[in-house]
């Protein structure tokens, strides 16, 4: 069965310091993955997506991915944090189950970002 | 991609009641998705609404508790009934934008029992 893993629940980092999320997954078939970040009181805004082609795949607000096949992996990096991006980042992986395509998420990782 | 309106966006119900959080959404979609994201929890997925046909409930979750409604390709309605405060929660629904292009979702619905 697909699944998904984000290590670390709770990520502090300094403003302008890199970023990383960590995410891992498992997955029988070649998995489509997302990030989604959820802000406080709002609904999930997607990041960026990996479905095919390039393994590094960049999104919006200056993230990006690596899809790494032999790590399972698909890490979420930012160069420089910004105080903005405070909020709660979802790893998740689409599934083909009983009969249409769902999404895993992981559980969570909440990114704070210190002055 | 699709604008997905969510409403209500908050309520504070009493325990014992109903509630009923609409969805709509601003282009034909074949399925919609309902999801709870309990107090400092991941989303977990409720039920898969295809428009003309019963929903399709994950393990843990029942028509009676959380009936669904998808009377046609851009509109449905989740049911939570008989609500006790472990159903505090934010519920949210998502479309998928064409295969593997994506999931929008809505901007959710804040549920408090008392």
């Known amino acids: 069965a697909q699944s998904v893993t984000q290590l670390g629940s709770h990520v502090s980092v300094s403003e302008g310091a890199l970023v990383l999320l960590r995410c891992n997954y498992s997955?029988?078939?070649?998995?489509?993955l997302f990030w989604y970040v959820q802000y406080p009181n709002q609904g999930l805004q997607l990041l960026l997506k990996?479905?095919?082609?390039?393994?590094l795949v960049k999104g919006i607000n200056g993230f990006e991915a690596e899809f790494k096949k032999s790590e399972t992996s698909f890490h979420l990096t930012k160069p420089s944090a910004h105080m903005s991006d405070a909020a709660e980042y979802f790893c998740a992986v689409s599934v083909y189950l009983m009969g249409a395509q769902k999404l895993v998420f992981g559980q969570g990782t909440r990114l704070t970002i210190n002055p | 991609s699709a604008v997905i309106s969510q409403k209500p966006s908050r309520d504070i119900c009493q325990r014992g009641t109903s509630l009923t959080i609409q969805c709509q959404v601003d282009?034909?979609?074949?399925?919609m998705f309902w999801y709870r994201q309990q107090p400092g929890q991941s989303l977990t997925l409720i039920a898969t609404?295809?428009?003309?046909?019963?929903?399709?409930?994950e393990s843990g979750f029942v028509i009676d508790k959380f009936p669904i409604s998808r009377p046609n390709l851009t509109f449905s309605t989740l049911t939570v009934s008989n609500m006790s405060p472990e159903d505090s929660s934010i519920y949210l629904c998502?479309?998928?934008?064409?295969?593997?292009?994506?999931?929008?979702f809505g901007s959710g619905t804040r549920l408090t029992v008392v």
């Open positions: 998502s479309v998928e934008v064409g295969q593997a292009y994506g999931y929008t």
């Open positions: 997955s029988s078939v070649p998995p489509y």
């Open positions: 990996y479905t095919t082609g390039a393994t």
């Open positions: 609404a295809n428009q003309g046909s019963e929903a399709t409930y």
């Open positions: 282009s034909q979609v074949t399925m």
